[in-house]
Every structure is written in C-alpha cells, then in structure tokens.
C-alpha cells in the first residue's frame, strides 16, 4: 500500500476510486488539497476497506465526520465500482450532516491530465478497454475534452488523431500499435480540479452505462441472483 498524508482539516471530502487495478481512496480539504491518499491492490474486495481505512486514520478523520463523498463514476472495472457505490451508500447513512455526492469519470479525468502533461496536444483519442470488438473512447477537440462513447474496433483505423490507451484489468483486444499507453492516476486529481468542470453534483450514486443514459442509480437490489 502506498500511502501520504499532509495534515487534517475540517469539511473535508473522501475520494473513492475503483475503477482500475488498484483502489484508490483519499481525503480532500474544501481547499482541494489531499490530507492523505493511498492505492492497494489488485482487487478492490481485499483492498477497498483498508485502503480507505488508512486515509481516515492518516488524516484523523472520523468516518462520521464524512458528508462530502467524491467518486469515479467508471467506466472501468465492473466490482470495483459497485463495491464504492455499495460502501458510499452505507457511509451517508452514518454522516453527521447533510451528504452530498460529486462524481468524475475515469476517462476525462485522463484525458484532463493528458493535456496538462502535454499542453501543446489539441486533439487526441483515448481509447479504454471495454469488451471484444468495442472501446469506450474519449476525444479531445481543440484543447477540451468531449464525452465518453462506444467506438467499433473496426472504425479506430479511420481516426486520423493521435492515439492513446488506457489499459483496464480486462483488455479484449490489442491497441493500436502507434498508440501512447496512458497510467491510470486518481491521485492526481486535485490537479484538474480549479481548471476543469471534471465533478458534476449528483444526488444519489450514480455508475456510468455504455448503452442508453450516461448514468445509472446503482441499487443492491439490481446485481441479485434470481
């Protein structure tokens, strides 16, 4: 588990990410500055709990102290993102004051971050790994980044931008082979926050559909055996 700590404060915001390899977990303060992060993994069963276990404890945080839950929404790794919404959904019950849920995806989140490391890129594709013959797919058109869609394996070949991959746990097929690889970094978020409109406000949890909406209220009731 890598782990680092800055110093507590109030009305601070807990930052989960599940959507790659690793769990990401963090403390942010109404600044946007982290009080602590830490990743652990692979596997978001084992790592979730004490990965997020060990930013309250480093930042001295009360898990009841907790109104302010930032999280990815997806798309990424279908378990890790249920068990951060079925972990958010307990912990409002459990907060002191009114909740209020702020949600990011995983691809504009890099795709923000492509542009501050590369600040003359205009435009790009990101490709993320998704299932076979499909990607979801982020562009980025003169200097902002667009939506997130579902592009055919056999259409990659006509875009004519600079390609980049985002590797997911799960990977259907090969990149292509003139692609950038792209890291995966949540810890970097505090980054992107005063420049970018990255977080909208939702009022309950909600996880990214590829087909039909964007969003889905991610309910227990929905992933039951029959």
């Known amino acids: 588990m890598i782990s680092e700590t800055v110093s507590h404060s109030k009305e601070s915001a807990l930052v989960i990410d599940c959507s790659g390899t ?3 977990a963090g403390i942010l303060d109404q600044n946007g500055n982290w009080l602590a992060r830490a990743e652990a993994g692979p596997g978001a069963l ?5 990965c997020i276990k060990n930013v309250l404890n480093a930042s001295n945080t009360p898990l009841r102290s907790i109104s302010r839950f930032i999280y ?28 209020q849920y702020k949600t990011y995806s995983s691809l504009q989140l890099t795709a923000a ?34 939506e997130i869609k579902v592009l055919e394996e056999s259409r990659v070949s006509e875009n004519n931008l600079p390609v980049y991959h985002l590797p997911r746990r799960k990977g259907w097929q090969k990149p292509p082979h003139h692609s950038g690889t792209l890291k995966y970094s949540p810890g970097r978020l505090d980054e992107v926050l005063a420049s970018t409109e990255i977080l909208q406000t939702t009022t309950e949890v909600e996880l990214f559909q590829a087909s039909g909406s964007h969003f ?9 055996a029959p």
């Open 22 to 24: 690793d769990c990401f």
């Open 46 to 50: 084992e790592a979730l709990f004490p």
């Open 72 to 99: 990815c929404r997806g798309p990424g790794s279908t378990l890790g993102l249920r068990l951060g919404a079925m972990a958010i959904n307990v912990w409002s019950h459990l907060a002191a004051n009114p909740v």
């Open 113 to 146: 971050l492509l542009m501050i490391d590369q600040p003359a890129l205009k435009d790009a594709l990101i490709l993320s790994d998704w299932k076979k013959g499909q990607w979801h797919a982020i562009d980025i058109e003169n200097g902002r980044f667009g």
């Open 216 to 224: 889905a209220k991610w309910s227990p009731q929905r992933h039951r």
